[in-house]
C-alpha cells in the first residue's frame, strides 16, 4: 500500500472518493503471475478493472484480453490490441459482439450447444466445460457448479467439438472457468481432472484454456502446475484468464469521515458506500479498512456510507480510533471488481481513478460529473444508433 502520506496527498489533490493505484503494487502482481505461468498465454480479464490506463499497462507487459461484453471488445479495439490476443466469452452474446469479434479475429468460447450455430464464418472456438463440482467460494461467485448457467456438459463436449469442425470453424480446444475468489487449490485440480477424462474422445488439442479464478494469497504455483498438467494431457498449449489476482492489491479506495452517530451501534458515516465498491453487500466480502489517524479509544464501529439505503455498510463491527469528520479510511483489495462495478445509482458521480508511479501521479479517469450522469437523456443527443 503507498505511504498515509501519499495517500493524504491524493485526497488533498484529487478529493475522495478516489480510487488511488500503485503502479509498483501492479507490475509485481505482473510478475508474480510471469513467473508463475511463464510458457502460457495469459488474458486479463478486463471485467475486473476496465480502465483504459489500466488496460494499456496490462497489454504493454505482453498480456491479452478476455472480454464478456461487446464494451469490453470495444476497449480491446481502442487499445489496438491484436485479435490473437483477444477472447470473446459470455453465456449470452450479443450480435454485436460476434460481428466486432470476426472483425477483430478473436477467438469465442462456446458456452452451450446451440451457440455454435451462431458463429461467424470460419471462427477460432473453445468450448467451456462445467464439471459440475461443488466450489469453495461465495455461491454468487461460483460458476463450475451444476446449478450455475455457465458451460455446457463434459457429456455434451465431443458433439459440440464435432459440430464446429463440421460447421467449418477452427476448435481449438477447451475452456473451464469454475469461479472466482477460489482460496482452495484442490477445487482447479478436480476440475482439471474431470476435464482430462475426456481425452479419450477429444483427442489432442490445440489449446486448453485454465480459466481464472485464483483468490487472492491462493497458492499460484500449486494452481500453475495442476493447469499446465491438464494442457499436457491434452498436448495443448495453456491459456489462463486471471482478473482478480492481477489487480486488486493494486489498488484501493480511500473515502473520507463525513462525522458520526451513536445510537446503540456506533456509525461512522463516510463518503463511499455501495455506489462505489458493491462487493461487501453483494458478496459480503470483507475488504480490509485501515485508518488513517490515530486516537483513543479504539471502539467498534459499523462503517456506512450516504446511500438511502440500510444496506449501505462496508463493514460492520470493525475496531477503529475515534473518527472525525475528515480522517481518512483505506479500502484495501479495491483495485479488482471495485471501480468497474460502481454505479451512477442516486446520480452519484463514480469516483476518479488516479495511479501513482514514478514518483508521480496520474489521473486515470476523471471524476464524472452530474452532466456526464443524464449526458444521454438529453433530446438531440440521442446516438445515431438510437434502439
Ligand atoms: N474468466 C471468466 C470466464 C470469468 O467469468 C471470470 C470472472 C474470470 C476469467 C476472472 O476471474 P477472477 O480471476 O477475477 O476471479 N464481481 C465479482 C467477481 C465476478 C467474476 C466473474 N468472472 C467480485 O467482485 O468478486
Redesign the pocket.
Known amino acids: 500500500m503507498l505511504s498515509p502520506d501519499l495517500l493524504h496527498e491524493a485526497a488533498d489533490r484529487f478529493g475522495t472518493p478516489l480510487y488511488v493505484y500503485d503502479a509498483a503494487e501492479l507490475d509485481a502482481a505482473l510478475g508474480r503471475v510471469m513467473a508463475a505461468f511463464g510458457e502460457a498465454r495469459v488474458f486479463f480479464?478486463v471485467?475486473?478493472n476496465s480502465n483504459l490506463g489500466v488496460l494499456r499497462r496490462v497489454a504493454d507487459a505482453g498480456l491479452g484480453f478476455?472480454c464478456?461484453s461487446y464494451g469490453e471488445l470495444c476497449r480491446a479495439e481502442f487499445l489496438g490490441v491484436p485479435g490473437e490476443r483477444v477472447i470473446s466469452?459470455g453465456p449470452a452474446k450479443s450480435q454485436e459482439e460476434y460481428d466486432l469479434g470476426a472483425r477483430l479475429g478473436v477467438t469465442f468460447i462456446v458456452d452451450r450447444v446451440d451457440e455454435v450455430g451462431l458463429l461467424p464464418p470460419r471462427s477460432r472456438a473453445l468450448v467451456r466445460v462445467n464439471p459440475a463440482l461443488q466450489i469453495s467460494t461465495h455461491d454468487h461467485?461460483a460458476?463450475g457448479s451444476a446449478a450455475s448457467k455457465f458451460g455446457v456438459t463434459p457429456e455434451q463436449v465431443p458433439g459440440v467439438l464435432g459440430a464446429l469442425r463440421d460447421g467449418g470453424h477452427r476448435a481449438l480446444g477447451l475452456h473451464v472457468?469454475i469461479g472466482?475468489?477460489i482460496r482452495d487449490a484442490q477445487d482447479f485440480t478436480a476440475a482439471y481432472e474431470r476435464l482430462s477424462e475426456l481425452r479419450g474422445q477429444t483427442g489432442p488439442l490445440e489449446v486448453f484454456d485454465a480459466?481464472?479464478?485464483?483468490g487472492l494469497g491462493a497458492d499460484l504455483a500449486g494452481i500453475a502446475r495442476e493447469a499446465r498438467h491438464a494442457a499436457a494431457v491434452f498436448d495443448a498449449q495453456l491459456w489462463v484468464?486471471?482478473?482478480?489476482?492481477l489487480v486488486a492489491q493494486a489498488g484501493v479506495l480511500l473515502t473520507q469521515v463525513i462525522g458520526t452517530k451513536c445510537t446503540g451501534r456506533n456509525f461512522c458515516l463516510v463518503d463511499a458506500g455501495m455506489t462505489e465498491l458493491i462487493?461487501p453487500m453483494m458478496?459480503g466480502?470483507a475488504h480490509p479498512l485501515t485508518p488513517l489517524w490515530q486516537r483513543e479509544p479504539v471502539e467498534a464501529w459499523d462503517v456506512a456510507g450516504p446511500a438511502c439505503e440500510s444496506g449501505d455498510l462496508l463493514a460492520r463491527g470493525v475496531p477503529l480510533p475515534q473518527p472525525r469528520r475528515g480522517d481518512l479510511l483505506v479500502v484495501g483489495e479495491a483495485g479488482?471488481?471495485g471501480a468497474a462495478?460502481s454505479s451512477q445509482y442516486l446520480t452519484r458521480s463514480r469516483p476518479a481513478e488516479v495511479l501513482f508511479g514514478n514518483g508521480e501521479w496520474r489521473v486515470l479517469r476523471r471524476r464524472e460529473t452530474p452532466e456526464d450522469i443524464w449526458q444521454a437523456e438529453l433530446p438531440g443527443r440521442f446516438s445515431p444508433h438510437e434502439r
Not at 480459466?211 to 485464483?214: A, C, D, I, K
Not at 484468464?241 to 489476482?245: A, Q
Open positions: 480479464a471485467k475486473a478476455d464478456v466469452n461467485l460458476t472457468h472466482s475468489a480459466g481464472g479464478g485464483w484468464e486471471p482478473g482478480r489476482y462487493r458478496y466480502a479488482a471488481y462495478m
